[in-house]
């Protein structure tokens, strides 16, 4: 997020652009090469605004107001396929399509590692005649049959990538396999026709090389897409709680629909032991219901008549009726299930960084095998072309911009899963990488720390005055209001039974309290700086003020005609995990600041009791923002944490925002990361999360790049004036292979992290 901003409106572009995002499927994707030039292809759409390519799950998510048919024509231009995904169905389709891209990765592996075998069995024998005579050409050109079908039926795809690529002047993994086997297939077939077009030692045949890196290739591929598959399953986990079937009462009978025919104010039955299929108002009934799919929180919550309901939540012991008020991708599962998929689908700076990369790593490896071909044509030893054509297929095969290219998609999949196991919805791949960075934490006060349903402790009234005069007052004006704390105060008049009087005018004083006319009287409710505008005198009321400020009690003042009347004391009780949360905090490494609009005195004895460091008190809600980025220019790194409504301006400033989700408004806008239980526990597993993320991608790309600087110059035979040995090819292609497996398989690690 932008550091600095302070007002509403970065929140508001997010929205309107989240509004605004189609999702494509984009088939023929080879390496991380083709992500650059898909995304480019995307970006020149007229009305474009963002377009980021998942490799990992060859997906493209796309901003802005541009048409799916200027899209996917952008799409076929570049050289690729794309198809829109739409929610639901369509996503079952896609589950069906990798499954059976999967069976046909294993069946071409097969059949070319039964000819892969049958060829390099004999070639290693010796079976092949010499190839001046009629039965060496004979033998030598079944094989060149045999391997041509391998490379059209199991390697097809690379020569038709690679053409496309080369049509779109450009090259990827592609370009790359096709080229070195086709080479090899190609000057084995050619020694086969011209034998004495080269020396003796010269006529050697490569058939054997080209199919089983070939085999090895789909091999890899088949295991990659496999261990790809689970890095989903936080997403197919989420769509897999949702029920089949609702039973509907409609025309006074209780029937079974499919999910999707559950339309807006259905009534529908629940029983015990059933999920609750769509997200309503509990109508008829009352239940404990299981919502730890939601919050993580593993206790059931009681809900009565009235009380809202979330859909795949489990109803644990009561039957009762609901009326549905959210359906289809408007309930809180599908919203979760779409924020998660946008956070798979985002990139962190480190990522674009890797495409970047790799979107110029197939030209640069093109020119390694040219220089290497030209060094050993000039410089190496007879015959020639034996070691020229076995060190460029070499260096040709063994490069792998599809490992670079998987090492941070697949990671942020799996750690983006991982926070949703824990109730933490991460918005986006910079926020899960700026998380784990934080220096300090700022944490709003009321609600964040506190439970955010205060009560009135106590009153103090003035001689002239007493409490259930006072009380009438302060509920009388605050009747309109929407703070807890004026909440608070009308719920302990009605308890106490008092009547609350008509309000003939009201001003509400953003940041001090109230001022009211109520039976032609003047009345001022509020904190001692309302009271300092208006001239108040208070001497007789500070020192009570300030004893209850000690025990983190909020004390407003109330006035009437100008003349201190007495003070209303309300306590919010801190929540049970504030500082155990606040602990974790601290042994991460960072400051924990609290900051309210409350009077310092209240929030240095919260501070106290929940072990904060320091307080930033008696601040108004247009003013946290500016606090926040005070904390920035002392090279804070500053995550915020807050309820996303008050809070928004200062949530947009933070480099980081949490946003206190209460369950069922699962977006709130304003914020990088929602924590849907309401603990603070979230933001410490957010940022644990975080690192141990972004530490396993630096993993996949150290070990990506690693693997290239020391493969591709071993491939070019840098070893072999010390110890006379050059990398067989087809060790090259299953060291590439084995590459990307090996991200993924790092990645799938992030899995089993336990905060």
Request: contains cysteine; proline residues 4%.
């Amino acid at each position: 997020m932008s550091v600095g901003t302070t007002d509403d409106n970065s929140s508001a572009s997010k929205i309107s652009k989240r509004q605004n995002t189609k999702r494509l499927l984009i088939s023929d994707m080879s390496c991380a090469s083709c992500v650059e030039a898909v995304e480019s292809g995307l970006r020149s759409v007229h009305g474009v605004s963002e377009a980021t390519v998942n490799f990992a799950d060859r997906s493209a998510t796309v901003t802005g107001d541009a048409s799916i048919d200027d899209l996917i024509k952008a799409v076929t231009t570049a050289g690729y396929t794309a198809t829109p995904i739409q929610e639901g169905s369509d996503e079952r389709d896609m589950e069906t399509a990798e499954l059976s891209h999967y069976r046909l990765l294993l069946k071409q592996t097969i059949v070319s590692a039964i000819i892969s075998i049958l060829v390099f069995t004999v070639s290693i024998l010796g079976l092949i005649p010499p190839l001046t005579e009629p039965n060496g050409r004979l033998v030598a050109s079944v094989l060149s049959l045999l391997t041509l079908f391998v490379l059209i039926y199991a390697g097809g795809n690379f020569f038709l990538g690679a053409w496309k690529s080369f049509k779109n002047r450009s090259a990827n993994m592609d370009t790359l396999i096709a080229l070195g086997t086709g080479v090899a297939w190609s000057y084995s077939t050619f020694i086969i026709l011209f034998p004495f077009s080269v020396t003796e030692s010269a006529r050697h045949l490569y058939f054997d090389t080209a199919v089983i890196i070939i085999t090895l290739i789909k091999l890899g591929a088949a295991l990659e897409m496999r261990a790809r598959g689970k890095t989903s399953l936080a997403i197919k986990r989420l769509i897999g709680l949702q029920p089949k079937t609702a039973k509907v009462i409609r025309k006074g009978k209780e029937i079974d629909v499919p999910i999707e025919q559950v339309i807006l104010d259905d009534v529908i039955r629940v029983r015990p032991g059933e999920k609750i299929p769509v997200d309503g108002i509990l109508t008829e009934g009352h239940s404990t219901i299981d919502e730890s799919m939601l919050t993580g929180e593993p206790i059931p919550v009681e809900k009565e008549i009235g009380d809202e309901i979330v859909g795949a939540t489990i109803n644990k012991f009561g039957s009762f009726t609901f009326k549905a008020t959210r359906v289809g991708k408007d309930t809180a599962l599908a919203r979760i299930v779409d924020l998660v998929r946008k956070a798979q689908n985002s990139k962190p700076e480190i990522g674009r960084l890797a495409d970047r990369i790799s979107g110029i790593f197939v030209p640069i490896v093109l020119i390694i095998a040219v220089i290497t071909a030209l060094v050993w044509f000039n410089l190496g030893p007879i015959p020639k072309p034996t070691y020229v054509l076995i060190t460029a297929m070499s260096v040709l095969i063994i490069a792998c911009p599809c490992a670079l290219g998987l090492a941070t998609p697949i990671s942020i999949m799996v750690g983006v899963g991982k926070a949703a196991e824990y109730g933490v919805l991460i918005r986006n791949g910079d926020a899960l990488q700026q998380a784990g960075k934080l220096t300090t934490i700022v944490l709003d006060k009321t609600g964040t720390i506190t439970e955010g349903k205060p009560t009135v402790t106590s009153i103090e009234s003035l001689p002239e005055w007493d409490e259930t005069e006072l009380l009438q007052l302060a509920a009388s004006v605050e009747v309109g209001s929407e703070h807890p704390l004026a909440h608070a105060i009308v719920e302990s008049a009605k308890e106490r039974g008092v009547s609350l009087q008509p309000v003939e005018t009201f001003e509400a004083i953003a940041g001090h309290g109230i001022k009211a006319e109520l039976s032609e009287q003047t009345i001022l409710f509020g904190n001692n700086r309302l009271m300092e505008k208006y001239n108040v005198d208070l001497k007789s009321l500070p020192e009570n003020a300030e004893n209850l400020s000690k025990y983190g009690q909020t004390s407003m003042y109330l006035s009437v005609d100008g003349k201190g009347a007495g003070i209303v004391a309300v306590s919010d009780p801190i929540k049970a995990d504030s500082k155990a949360a606040i602990e974790r905090l601290h042994k991460l490494g960072l400051k924990v600041f609290i900051i309210t609009g409350d009077n310092l005195k209240t929030a240095q004895a919260v501070a106290l009791q929940v072990g904060a460091d320091e307080v930033i008190a008696e601040v108004l809600p247009e003013d946290k923002a500016k606090e926040v980025t005070k904390l920035q220019h002392q090279n804070e790194i500053v995550g915020m944490v807050g309820d996303g409504i008050n809070d928004a301006p200062a949530l947009a400033s933070s480099n980081v925002g949490f946003a206190i989700g209460s369950g069922t408004d699962v977006a709130i806008e304003s914020a990088d990361v929602t924590l849907m239980r309401g603990s603070l526990h979230g933001v410490a597993d957010a940022i644990e999360v975080s690192k141990a993320t972004v530490r396993n991608i630096k993993q996949n790309l150290f070990g990506a790049f690693i693997y290239n600087i020391l493969a591709i110059p071993v491939a070019a035979g840098i070893l072999f004036p010390f110890t006379g040995m050059l990398l067989n090819p087809i060790i090259a292609g299953g060291a590439m292979a084995m590459s990307s497996l090996t991200v993924v398989s790092n990645a799938n690690r992030l899995r089993w992290f336990k905060a």
